[in-house]
């Protein structure tokens, strides 16, 4: 079994900055791809960023140039630096991992239980 935890959320004015992180932990093999994904109120989930297991990045139009994503594999972790915020980028953001495991050798989505960022005009 694999469990993500995000952390990092939070209220924040537009203009700001928030950094929000992810650990996988659990029966682990590898780690694929892990991103991040938002939903605002009334919207559909939609990809935030992606990184792949060895660093190749891909962003929403929405994002590019002020969102950075970045993992940590040594400690099985991936992180949203999130800057010039708008308030359009309210919504829960969660993370979302493919793992390998004993169980899934080929590997499995895993998602964490979400994290609010909130930013005020």
């Known amino acids: 079994q694999v469990q993500l935890v995000e952390s990092g959320g939070g209220l924040v004015q537009a203009g700001g900055s928030l950094r929000l992180s992810c650990a996988a932990s659990?029966?682990?093999?590898?780690?694929?791809?892990m991103g991040w994904y938002r939903q605002a109120p009334g919207k559909q989930r939609e990809l935030v960023a992606a990184?792949?297991?060895?660093?190749?990045?891909n962003y929403a139009d929405s994002v590019t140039g002020r969102f950075t994503i970045s993992r940590d594999n040594t400690k099985n972790t991936v992180y949203l630096q999130m800057n010039s915020l708008k308030p359009e980028d309210t919504g829960v953001y969660y993370c979302?991992?493919?793992?390998?495991?004993?169980?899934?050798?080929?590997?499995?989505?895993?998602w964490g239980k979400g994290t609010l960022v909130t930013v005020s005009s």
């Open positions: 659990g029966s682990i093999i590898s780690i694929n791809t």
């Open positions: 979302n991992a493919v793992v390998r495991t004993t169980t899934h050798y080929y590997g499995m989505d895993y």
């Open positions: 990184i792949t297991g060895r660093g190749g990045t």
